[in-house]
């Protein structure tokens, strides 16, 4: 087990608030709100949210008892050893992780996306075509440049990188408010057109995303080691940041649909922006790119720090090579994790705008399945450890805990091939049975005698 002070305390409410509030936004909901309507209409998203935003709070409220009770950096690893010992806690982070490394990978591929619509000459120069997109060296050197520039200055240390998360999310949620005033003063309730154009199959596309949207309030068990805020708060912010989240993505929701026509909602385009410019004008649609742009940068950041730590504990645990246990020596961050994250993100760009999607789906498989270990292990130390100091304690704790094991394994379902929204093969498998394939390499390599 690891042991509390390893990594230096750095992070108040503020932090730990707009941490895990601006992971789980990111620049989702600047390039997916057309896609969501598109497929579920305004009634099939909002339901789904809802649906969603429930399962999340659930689930949610396992993870808020048990980063109060163990707050050790590792987050999933930490409760899955506990509950079921180490081979059980690898397999859970690294499937946690496919999640952090995926998000970080499609906000590389998003930033390029942004940029295009502000820059000219990013279409310049092709390189090849992937799923029917070329991909152009100036667009994809955009996303692999900030990739690295990114995990730079995460090696700077946490307290760093906490101040631009928050700066960042204010700056998002102020755009997100005009956008907000703007579509239910001057917006028409004409628009949103059919409620449910592609019925149950439109409601599961949109609802298979959620994991993946509302994935980041997991970064606060992550970060519970340095954190600098009684125990019982740690629950009660994370519960705190879902709620926002949730209700951030309906009011987006709604807010495209009231202010565009279903003809005007590009699934492939930027809706959320072509609402803001509908409503304000084209200097307020620049300004909701820029705001998506700080969306992305925020989510990234949160990643790479909740990635590095969920690396950083398994090292610790002997499951993954030494190396990526060791902290710089100055600012105390684990350097090595942060490259590999870093790494492996700066390499995205360079399979195209197509890979956003693919990201999303082989993400939220990843997500799912640690929900559900993390579920599991709620329930086993609530029976193996009841005297388990618990400052934040969940009243018929074990109701809420086989809810959220039940949600996590029907989320997980929907993944697979006799599943709605089944991921494709071969490029969302790829990812998939790739990163498995990472995880076991370096699992045998941390174990190997020497």
Known sequence: MTDRGSLPQSLGRRDVLSLAFGAMIGWSWVVLSGTWLAQGGLGGTLLAFLLGGVIMLV??????????????????HVY?????????AFLCTWAITLGYFSVSAFEAV???TVLETLVPGLDAYPL????????????????????LLLTLLNMRGLRFAAVMQTLLVLAMVGVGVLLFFGAFSQGSIENPGALFPEGLSGFSAVLMM???????????????EELRIPRRSIGALLLTAVALAALWYALVATSVALALPTEGRAAEGLATADAMGALWGPEARALLVLAGLGGILSSWNAFMIGGSRALFAMAQAGQLPAVFAKLHPRHKTPTAALALLGGLSACA??????ALVWLVDAGGLGITVAYAWVAAAFLALRRQEPELPRPFRLPGGRLFGYAALLASLGLSLLYLPFGPAALTWPAEWAIVLGWAGLGASLYA???RPS
């Open 128 to 147: 090849w075509t992937l799923a029917g997109w070329t991909v152009t060296a100036p667009w994809a050197g955009v996303g692999c440049a900030t990739a």
């Open 349 to 354: 760009p360079f399979f195209g705008r197509p």
């Open 80 to 88: 899955a050893q506990r509950a079921f010992g180490p081979r059980a």
């Open 110 to 112: 998003a930033l390029p």
């Open 445 to 447: 390599l941390a174990r």
């Open 59 to 76: 689930i949610g409220s396992v993870y808020a008892e048990l980063a109060s009770a163990l707050p050790w950096v590792g987050g999933e």
């Open 210 to 224: 959620v994991p993946f949207l509302f994935v980041g309030f997991d970064v606060i068990p992550q970060t519970a």
